[in-house]
């Protein structure tokens, strides 16, 4: 049995403090392409033509609403998100082309399962402004009165 003497005095080995973690590099943010803004401001300016359209910005969003109903949510344009849109699509074939773009997907909350659709402007191979405008009018179409939907058939034959 070793004797006291030949016991380690100095107690338990002090540690070695941690060598502190190299900061990871934070990605650099992707400058949106110079199209995505156009894109949006055109998108909204179709959005706010149509019939009885008004802009509204519930939760800091920028949406454009018929009756007090939203038919496209816009989002935020200073930069502190990506730019994009959400529209609501019933149309099968509209639905299922709009989830086919970039990044595109059913939209949050459970809008998703009524048809509303997300759809990222930023990304390489994002839809063209008029085919973004074609599924506004669409959305449109689906929450507007039918009165607001006849002015605007009436407004496009004449």
Do not use: N
């Amino acid at each position: 049995m070793p004797d006291a003497a030949d016991k380690d005095e100095t107690g338990p080995k002090p540690k070695q403090p941690k060598q502190p973690k190299q900061p990871e590099k934070p990605d650099k943010p992707k400058k949106p392409s110079r199209a995505a803004p156009a894109k949006w401001k055109r998108v909204r300016d179709f959005a706010l033509d149509l019939p009885g359209a008004t802009e509204e910005f519930p939760w800091g969003e920028t949406v454009a609403k018929i009756h007090k109903k939203v038919f496209v949510f816009l989002g935020v344009d200073d930069g502190s998100h990506p730019l994009g849109i959400t529209v609501k699509l019933t149309d099968e074939v509209a639905h299922a082309h709009a989830l086919t773009a970039p990044g595109a997907e059913p939209a949050g909350y459970g809008l998703g399962r009524s048809g509303w659709v997300q759809i990222p402007l930023e990304q390489k191979g994002a839809p063209s402004a008029d085919l973004l405008c074609d599924w506004v009018e669409e959305s449109y179409r689906t929450i507007a009165p039918k009165k607001r939907v006849a002015e605007l058939d009436d407004s496009r034959s004449g």
